[in-house]
Each structure stands twice: as C-alpha cells, then as structure tokens.
C-alpha cells in the first residue's frame, strides 16, 4: 500500500474510533472470475480482502472464491444479482449480451489508456454514468484494477491484410470481439482455464488474453509465433461488484474502509502489472527467441478503426444512455488526449534510440 493511502486509512481510522462506532463484524464472499492462484487478477483480491480486514480492525472480512469453487467464471454478474454473492471481482464486457452499456466500462477500442480512463472514473463522469447501468440491478460498481494496454494477441499466421482476419478463428471479448466479427474473423470467448488447450488443439487460430504478465504464465508463446501489440484494450478495467443490499448493511466506516481498499488494491494491480510485464517479456525474449513480435499493418488498424466508429454509432443510435456513455468517453478523450500527446507521448518520441 503506497504512503498516501496508508495515512488516508490510519485517519479513517482514527476518525472513526473517535465517533464510537459501534464494532458489529461482517463477512462478505466475494466470487471471481479467475481461477485459484490466478497471478495478478487473483491477487487483487487478496490484497483487497486482507486490507479491508487490517483496516477494519477484523470487523470486515471478505471470503473469495474462485471460479473452480462457483463454476460460473463468466455469471459473477447473476451471482452477485441474486444475493448468492456479496461481491465479484470480473470484466464488465463478459456481460455485454445481460447489459450491453456494462462494456464500455471495460475499455473502448482506440480509447482511453488507464491513466485517462482513471481520471475519467474519478474526475469526471465515468463513475455517476456506470451506476446509471448497475443501479435497476441492485448493483453497485467499482473499478478493481486496470492491466494497461493490452497486447492484441497471438496468432499462429502473420496478419499482413485484412483478408487474412476472414475466417480466422478467434478468442477476443467484449466490443473488440464484435469488431472482428465485422471484419470476418469467427469470434468466440472462452474462460481463461481453457484457452491454452483451445490454441493447442486448434480449436482456436489465435488468443487474445493480456499481455506479457499474464500470457506468458499460461504459456501461448509455447504455441502461437506472433505476437501482435494491441488496439481493443489500450486501458482494460476490471470491477469489483457488491450487491446494494450488502452494501447498505455496513456502517459507513467499512463502507469507507471498502471504497479505500477496493481503490487501493485496483492501483496496485496497475503498477504490478506493468512491472511483471517488464520482467516477463524479457524472460520471453531469452527463453523463446523465436516468438516474433509484431504491429498490425496500417490496412488493418484503418478497418478496426473504421469498424469501431462504425459500431458505435449504431449502439449510440439505438440508446440514449449508451449515447450518453459514448459521448462521455469521447468529449474526455479528445480533452485530456492532447495532454497525454505534449506529455508521455512525446516525452517518449523524442528519446527513442530505435
């Protein structure tokens, strides 16, 4: 836990022991959809739970199960509907065809890197617009964790045009999936305990999961060659879910004490990402010399684009509040985007060796 929030948690606590608040105890379960020992994204969890539970003195703790306990990777969203769950920690794009306007909380193609994203959930409009999706389901969301851009997957042929996306058998989720669908490529999305076997048997031609903190744990440059950086997930958040109900039964000292975890661990997963991905590539690089990496040619990022824009003009067109979470998105990007260009993007433009 970074200094900041550590003193931000000790004042909480401090604050609330001087209101005498009285000491009930609660023990919420939390289902995820990744599996046990799941590096990371299984991780996050943890680090929320055992910080909710030092935080609170023990009064709150919170029991996680994974998907190999609940068997329902992909129904975290109706286990936590339904009362079954207390919690979920998930993506909100695996739920597109329950609540199409849940997705756009995931990550947009071509849009906003995590730093951008974050700053649109905290300082603009992006929480107020995903409770509008998740309030009529007695549901409240919380962002739980960020990967950075992710890599665009990889793939058994190289992609020189976009004639070689047609027929192409693919996992990729979300909005991303329904632009490949665009342009050809048979798209499905399997659970992550499943997509190694799925691209070693050929039941797949090419896997989009992460990126190298997490790819190459499940080990796809044993198979696949080609490994092509991203354009569907330059800021992919995860989420963490309570059911409204659970909510409104804690004091408001936990329910401050879970806001600050849940924010807390959702940071952390950034930055450990971002470092595991360093150490992972370059342990890839030596031990798998042969995997190549690769950028989509300009045909094919044009037809992604185009498609994008394509797609959501007829999701805006056909609802007012995925119009309004589109726009959003959209008017923040065009503003905060031209300080990221004078900043990050040419900080590392002008000192490229390569």
């Known amino acids: 836990m970074t200094r900041l929030f550590r003193v931000a948690a000790v004042a909480l606590l401090l604050s609330v022991s001087s209101l005498g608040v009285a000491a009930d105890n609660f023990t919420l379960r939390l289902a995820q959809t990744w599996g046990p020992n799941s590096p990371i994204l299984g991780e996050t969890t943890e680090n929320m739970a055992k910080m909710a539970e030092e935080m609170s003195g023990g009064r709150l703790k919170i029991r996680i199960d994974s998907s190999n306990k609940h068997k329902a990777p992909f129904g975290i969203f109706d286990l936590v509907r339904n009362g079954q769950y207390d919690m979920g920690h998930t993506a909100s794009y695996y739920y597109k065809g329950t609540i199409p306007n849940a997705m756009y909380f995931t990550t947009v193609p071509f849009g906003m890197i995590a730093p951008e994203m974050y700053a649109w959930f905290y300082h603009d409009q992006g929480m107020e617009l995903m409770q509008k999706v998740y309030e009529p389901f007695g549901l409240l969301s919380f962002p739980g964790g960020n990967t950075g851009n992710q890599m665009g997957g990889w793939f058994n042929k190289e992609i020189n045009s976009v004639a070689d996306l047609k027929g192409l058998k693919m996992r990729t989720p979300g909005f991303a999936g329904e632009v490949m669908a665009e342009l050809g490529v048979a798209v499905t999305n399997l659970p992550p305990g499943e997509l190694y076997t799925a691209l070693e048997r050929g039941t797949v031609d090419a896997v989009e999961w992460v990126g190298p903190a997490l790819d190459f744990p499940m080990g796809f440059h044993q198979i696949a060659k080609y490994y092509y950086s991203g354009w569907q997930e330059p800021g992919a958040e995860v989420q963490f879910l309570i059911n409204d109900k659970t909510w409104n039964k804690l004091p408001k000292d936990l329910q401050a004490i879970l806001r600050i975890a849940m924010r807390t661990a959702a940071y952390d997963m950034y930055i450990q990402t971002t470092h595991e991905s360093g150490v992972a590539w370059d342990r890839m690089k030596e031990d798998y010399p ?65």
């Open 290 to 354: 042969n995997v190549t990496h690769k950028t989509f040619p300009p045909e094919v990022i044009d037809a992604m684009r185009d498609a994008t824009n394509k797609l959501l003009a007829q999701e805006a067109g056909k609802d007012d509040l995925a119009k309004d979470i589109i726009n959003s998105q959209r008017d923040y990007l065009k503003q905060v985007r031209q300080w990221t260009n004078i900043s990050d993007k040419a900080y590392l433009n002008s000192i490229a060796t390569d």
